[in-house]
């Protein structure tokens, strides 16, 4: 188990360290309503919602309805905290090869307030030293990468590191993702530069060793790289799925069993939808016989179509196809004005003028006014926690 107690694998050596005796961080913070944003990158947008939102919580407590009658806490909140790996780097330690580290802003300031962070650092666990030379990725097969000496070729850490992922893979049960540092020979998750055996040019075709051996054993465990997150599509993209994959651990530590497993498929339906209406059809089918103990052996496969189609990247087409599918269960609920304000802002998400957060706000406030028990189970309005504004920017 990583988490909470890093096994010595991992260079711990107390309760609540992992990674070279880097401590467990374990943030917890609350942001109650959108008002209490912070305003940054693209204001406007934050700015639509913060207004939208209030104008319709007016709205409803001045006669249109309760805005608590759906419940108030999100299926995001609602879910156990995931753990997350990172490297050690982008969390501020000072433990990349010149002493230094990439502090990263988003995974420290935001993302840990809502998942308990595992620091990893592959080249310290194996014992380099702070500061210490530094490594490249050597080889003519960018399966089989060498990792050595810039300076001096004679030093080979390519089993070290090696050895250290296979124990990390290994007792990963507990984690729900990785974010990787980029570019990093032993952590990087893609485009990492690989210099030819007989000298010459870099071509970035490889993986660092660390982040390799994790996306080889184990291709359903969300992982990327800090840099990657800084598209909004990748970023939501990649919460999401830790967060699918938390809920999936919850499922499996319950027990799972033939109504459990329905039940967890058909809260996810929307989610999957936007992302494959094939894929989605394609888990009905692994479901459709779950008689005896097939539950059991029909979850492996379910879980590995879920995390392969959630993988892929969501239009706005496919997000205005799964909410004109939600705006049916209002038909018969809101009058002809209210149906034609939701159409257009559907509408106008679809036409790039307005952030998916806008018809989504939208539609949570006339569920709250209109609840409708099977809408409320689904995990597609509140995927992940809200105050990351991960929908603000797509």
């Not at 407590?61 to 780097?89: F, I, Y």
């Not at 054993?217 to 967060?243: A, H, K, M, S």
């Not at 479901?287 to 189609?309: C, H, I, K, V, W």
Request: proline fraction near 7%; glycine fraction near 8%; hydrophobic fraction near 35%.
């Amino acid at each position: 188990m990583i988490h909470p107690c890093a096994p010595a694998a991992f260079g711990g050596e107390a309760p609540g360290t992992a990674g070279a005796g880097l401590p467990v961080y374990s943030y917890r913070f609350s942001v109650s309503g959108l008002s209490a944003w912070p305003r940054r990158g693209k204001d406007c947008y934050t700015t639509i919602v913060q207004v939208l939102y209030n104008s319709l919580r007016q709205r409803a407590n001045t006669g249109s309805g309760s805005m608590t009658t759906r419940t108030e806490k999100s299926q995001s909140a609602a879910a156990p905290r995931p753990n997350l790996g990172v490297s050690a780097c982008l969390l501020g330690h000072a433990v990349r090869f010149d002493g230094g580290h990439k502090r990263d802003v988003f995974v420290v300031s935001e993302l840990s307030r809502y998942t308990d962070i595992v620091a990893f650092c592959p080249e310290t666990a194996i014992g380099l030293p702070v500061p210490r030379p530094p490594i490249r990725l050597v080889g003519d097969d960018p399966a089989r990468p060498r990792a050595v000496g810039v300076r001096d070729p004679s030093i080979d850490v390519t089993e070290q590191l090696g050895d250290y992922a296979e124990s990390v893979a290994g007792n990963a049960a507990t984690i729900d993702g990785f974010v990787l540092k980029k570019d990093s020979p032993s952590c990087g998750m893609t485009r990492v530069k690989l210099y030819p055996e007989s000298g010459g040019p870099a071509a970035r075709s490889t993986s660092g060793v660390f982040g390799r051996v994790l996306q080889d054993r184990l291709p359903q465990l969300p992982v990327e790289e800090e840099g990657r997150l800084n598209d909004p599509v990748l970023r939501e993209n990649f919460v999401n799925r830790v967060f699918v994959h938390r809920r999936w651990r919850a499922l499996c530590d319950e027990g799972i069993t033939a109504a459990r497993l329905i039940d967890f498929h058909t809260r996810h339906k929307y989610l999957v939808m936007a992302h494959s209406n094939a894929a989605y059809r394609r888990l009905g089918t692994l479901l459709s016989n779950l008689a005896g103990d097939r539950a059991q052996s029909a979850a492996p496969a379910y879980f590995e179509t879920l995390m392969e189609a959630l993988e892929r990247r969501v239009n706005r087409a496919r997000h205005c196809n799964v909410m004109q599918h939600v705006l049916g269960y209002l038909k018969k609920r809101i009058d002809a004005g209210d149906k034609a304000e939701l159409t257009d802002a559907i509408e106008r998400y679809r036409r790039e003028e307005v952030p998916l957060i806008v018809p989504i706000t939208l539609f949570r406030h006339y569920f709250r006014v209109h609840p409708d028990p099977y809408i409320s189970s689904q995990v597609y309005l509140d995927p992940h926690p809200e105050a990351l504004r991960l929908r603000n920017l797509i």
